[in-house]
T-cell receptor, first 114, second 114 residues
């Protein structure tokens, strides 16, 4: 069974630009979550999606947005990039029917903002 | 606001020795997860602890949860080099919180020396 797939693996952007990251969950997983990992702040929750609906949102500015498609694939978008947005962005999927099942993480997209 | 503290943050240990990583959290929760992250890699689920007194073991690792003390431990027995990684605990906020919205500890970077 294929794992969680994130594309691209690496991105370099300039301040003020916008970026879109993509995530394909494990087949059959309908819940997708996004996390930001930085050396300073650690792992922080961004969003949770299920059935194309955002269920929860973390404490991030409105520049961070996301969506989920009918095939459970998800994208997140960051507009007006700032240097502090440089991070590893991790997508995770889980079996929604098993409410406490662990998250399965992808390999992440490493975003560098210059 | 839920806060999760791990200690130690860095741990060097000799092969064959035992040690314990501690995870304290600040508000009521009965669901806690342990993950492992190898350098440059994503997070891998190790244990899911869903009730007070829960104990799970896999190989040389054993995790436990004491919800009254708001404490989880990850005990390493007879460490081997392959266990070198960063270990994270992650907590679900409250009894009705989503298991997809986790609050992570800062991680414990474990190095097992020959």
């Amino acid at each position: 069974k294929a794992g969680v797939t994130q594309t691209p693996r690496y991105l370099i952007k300039t301040r003020g630009q916008q970026v879109t990251l993509s995530c394909s969950p494990i087949s059959g997983h309908r819940s997708v979550s996004w996390y930001q990992q930085t050396p300073g702040q650690g792992l922080q929750f961004l969003f949770e999606y299920f059935s194309e609906t955002q269920r929860n949102k973390g404490n991030f500015p409105g520049r961070f947005s996301g969506r989920q498609f009918s095939n459970s694939r998800s994208e997140m978008n960051v507009s007006t990039l700032e240097l502090g947005d440089s991070a590893l962005y991790l997508c995770a999927s889980s079996l929604a029917l098993r409410v406490n099942s662990p998250l399965h993480f992808g390999n992440g997209t490493r975003l560098t903002v210059t | 606001e839920l806060k999760v503290e791990q200690n130690p943050l860095f741990l060097s240990m000799q092969e064959g020795k035992n040690y314990t990583i501690y995870c304290n959290y600040s508000t009521t929760s009965d669901r806690l997860y342990w993950y492992r992250q190898d350098p440059g890699k994503s997070l891998e689920s190790l244990f899911v602890l869903l009730s007070n007194g829960a104990v799970k073991q896999e190989g040389r690792l054993m995790a436990s949860l004491d919800t009254k003390a708001r404490l989880s431990t990850l005990h390493i027995t007879a460490a081997v080099h392959d266990l070198s990684a960063t270990y994270f605990c992650a907590v679900v906020q409250g009894p009705s919180g989503s298991a997809r919205q986790l609050t992570f500890g800062s991680g414990t970077q474990l190095t097992v020396l020959p």
